[in-house]
């Protein structure tokens, strides 16, 4: 089935350290997007790309980090910069029919 | 910039009553998609419409209907006849330039929609 695929589903991370969130499509989207949610939060965008090898910051880009070095493959990183990474974020890919978004990750800071 | 508004942050009713979540957008393009998604809480994303800028037809597919007007800037969301398992958090959506907006999705807040037995 095509689709958005996120893992892991849940992440838990030490304060100060790096980690990246897969994101995988098999839609052929050329663009893709990540999200993030806070309780009583609508989505806020991360960044997202339009293209392999290329990116945009969104609206809320500080402290993360992303690449896009395949179509298939749009992954972030959550760096030690980001001061409150506890979130749950979802990726999405557009195309003809709209938007498809990824089951999400739940990333918890301990 | 664009902005999207619902104000209803939280609503319960009781099942088989009707139930309608607002959303007022904001945009100077003229060309622009709404969207309705629903999120339960295992927290995926449930797409449930989208409607361009210049399609101001109201829709209804079963229970849900929904009403866009240009000249109020809002495009609501009608569940007729509630059931248990439409208590979700509804979020309204909105993308502009042709081709869907490749430059994302910004979206309201969320309206926390609780249909009690």
């Known amino acids: ?110 | 910039a664009q902005k999207v508004t619902q104000a209803q942050t939280e609503i319960s009713v009781v099942e088989k009553e009707d139930v309608t979540l607002d959303c007022v957008y904001e945009t100077r393009d003229t060309t622009y998609y709404l969207f309705w998604y629903k999120q339960p809480p295992s927290g995926e994303l449930v797409f449930l419409i989208r409607r361009n800028s210049f399609d101001e037809q109201n829709e209804i597919s079963g229970r849900y209907s929904w009403n866009f007007q240009k000249s109020t800037s809002s495009f609501n969301f009608t569940i007729t006849a509630s059931q248990v398992v439409d208590s979700a958090v509804y979020f309204c959506a909105l993308s502009v330039g042709s081709g869907g907006g490749a430059d994302g999705l910004t979206f309201g807040k969320g309206t926390h929609l609780i249909i009690q037995p």
């Open chain 1, 1 to 110: 089935d095509g689709g958005i695929t996120q893992s892991p589903k849940y992440l838990f991370r030490k304060e100060g350290q790096n980690v990246t969130l897969s994101c995988e499509q098999n839609l052929n989207h050329d663009a893709m997007y990540w999200y993030r949610q806070d309780p009583g939060q609508g989505l806020r965008l991360i960044y997202y790309s339009q293209i392999v090898n290329d990116f945009q910051k969104g609206d809320i880009a500080e402290g993360y980090s992303v690449s896009r070095e395949k179509k298939e493959s749009f992954p972030l990183t959550v760096t030690s910069a980001q001061k409150n990474p506890t979130a749950f974020y979802l990726c999405a890919g557009q195309g003809a029919g709209g938007y498809t978004f990824g089951s999400g990750t739940r990333l918890t800071v301990v």
